[in-house]
């Protein structure tokens, strides 16, 4: 059996890089995360960092130092994520939202690796999170 566990980010400050995605996405970092790892559990699921001596941050759509990996966030509220992951240390790089609102912006965290916000038509929000709505 293949299960997936964790996804692990390069940063040079694992803490302060976890603090960050703690903040965007409302989880606790691990009580037991140090210098060297911090994680974030989702579910089954572990979003960790690992301090890494000399890092370069992905300079992505620039191909010598790409992006390797992107996190995509769907939410409910495009506008005021946008204003709450900025005022955390996000920067908004590139906007694909279209005249209808939906669509998807790419940020920078701060330590340079990207992640969008998206909102995708149809999608609606439950007490669980988002449902999807059928693939025909």
Known sequence: MLRL?????DCPDTMELASFYSAVTGRPVKEDSSADWAG??????????????????????DT????????DFEV????SEQRRVV?????????????NGYGWQ???DPVGHPFC???????????QG???????
Not at 42 to 55: H, N
Not at 87 to 99: E, N, R, S, V, Y
Request: some cysteine.
């Open 130 to 136: 988002p449902v999807w709505p059928e693939r025909g």
């Open 5 to 9: 566990t964790d996804v692990i980010i």
């Open 40 to 61: 974030i559990r989702f579910g089954e699921i572990e979003l960790a960092f690992i301090r890494v001596d000399d890092y370069r941050a992905p300079q992505w759509p």
């Open 64 to 71: 010598e130092h790409p992006k390797q990996f992107h996190l």
């Open 117 to 127: 916000l998206c909102r995708n038509k149809g999608v609606v929000w439950n007490d």
């Open 87 to 99: 005022a955390l240390g996000a920067t908004l790089k590139q906007d694909f939202i279209g005249p």
């Open 76 to 79: 409910d509220d495009i506008e």
């Open 106 to 108: 790419v940020f920078t």
